[in-house]
C-alpha cells in the first residue's frame, strides 16, 4: 500500500506524537519512513535584518535539527525500520510538498493541533499539505479538547 512515508517533524513534542502511529503503519505495510525538518534558509532570513545573524541563526537551526532528526531516526531504527531524514529549507509546507513530489513519497503523515479555544481548526502548515499536496496525507489531531463544564459542575465545583 505505502512504501514511502514523509513524516514532518519540528523538533515538539506535539509533532513527535504521530511516530507511534507511523511506526504501526510502516510494519505493517514494509515502507521506508522519512523523518524531515524544515529550517528557513539563511537567504529568506537575510533580508529581514543582519546577514550574519542570521547565517548564524540558520545554521544552528540546521544543527539541531539534524541532532533531533538522527537521534528520533536511530530510535525507529531499534524498533526495526527502514529510517532516514532529511533537514529541508524554505517555506514549511511548501518544502515538504516539494520534497514528497521529488522523493515520489506515498503518504505524507503529520500531527496537527488546534489553534486556541478552537479546537477544530488544522494549523496553517497542516491545512496548506493537506490543500495542496499531490499524495496522500494523513493527519494526527492529537490536542485535548476539554469540554465546557456542565452548569452543575460549575456551580458545584467539580
Request: charged content about 20%; hydrophobic content about 50%; aromatic content about 6%.
Given at each position: 500500500?505505502?512504501?514511502?512515508?514523509?513524516?514532518?517533524?519540528?523538533?515538539?513534542?506535539?509533532?513527535?506524537?504521530?511516530?507511534?502511529?507511523?511506526?504501526?503503519?510502516?510494519?505493517?505495510?514494509?515502507?521506508?519512513?522519512?523523518?524531515?525538518?524544515?529550517?528557513?534558509?539563511?537567504?529568506?532570513?537575510?533580508?529581514?535584518?543582519?546577514?550574519?545573524?542570521?547565517?548564524?541563526?540558520?545554521?544552528?537551526?540546521?544543527?539541531?535539527?539534524?541532532?533531533?532528526l538522527?537521534?528520533?531516526?536511530?530510535?525507529?531504527?531499534?524498533?526495526?525500520?527502514?529510517?532516514?531524514?532529511?533537514?529541508?529549507?524554505?517555506?514549511?509546507?511548501?518544502?515538504?510538498?516539494?520534497?514528497?513530489?521529488?522523493?515520489?513519497?506515498?503518504?505524507?503523515?503529520?500531527?496537527?493541533?488546534?489553534?486556541?479555544?478552537?479546537?477544530?481548526?488544522?494549523?496553517?502548515?497542516?491545512?496548506?499539505?493537506?490543500?495542496?499536496?499531490?499524495?496522500?496525507?494523513?493527519?494526527?489531531?492529537?490536542?485535548?479538547?476539554?469540554p465546557p463544564?456542565?452548569?452543575?459542575?460549575?456551580?458545584?465545583?467539580?
Amino acid at each position: 500500500m505505502f512504501k514511502k512515508i514523509l513524516v514532518p517533524l519540528d523538533g515538539s513534542e506535539l509533532a513527535a506524537k504521530i511516530l507511534p502511529k507511523v511506526e504501526e503503519l510502516a510494519k505493517l505495510c514494509g515502507a521506508q519512513v522519512t523523518l524531515a525538518s524544515v529550517g528557513a534558509s539563511a537567504t529568506n532570513l537575510a533580508a529581514i535584518a543582519s546577514p550574519e545573524i542570521f547565517q548564524q541563526a540558520a545554521e544552528q537551526d540546521k544543527r539541531l535539527g539534524q541532532r533531533y532528526l538522527e537521534t528520533t531516526a536511530s530510535d525507529l531504527q531499534e524498533k526495526g525500520l527502514t529510517v532516514n531524514w532529511a533537514f529541508l529549507e524554505g517555506v514549511p509546507a511548501q518544502a515538504i510538498i516539494n520534497y514528497a513530489v521529488e522523493n515520489a513519497v506515498d503518504l505524507i503523515a503529520l500531527a496537527t493541533h488546534g489553534k486556541g479555544e478552537v479546537g477544530w481548526v488544522m494549523g496553517s502548515t497542516a491545512e496548506k499539505i493537506l490543500s495542496h499536496a499531490s499524495v496522500p496525507v494523513l493527519l494526527l489531531r492529537v490536542i485535548e479538547y476539554k469540554p465546557p463544564l456542565l452548569k452543575e459542575e460549575f456551580f458545584l465545583g467539580a
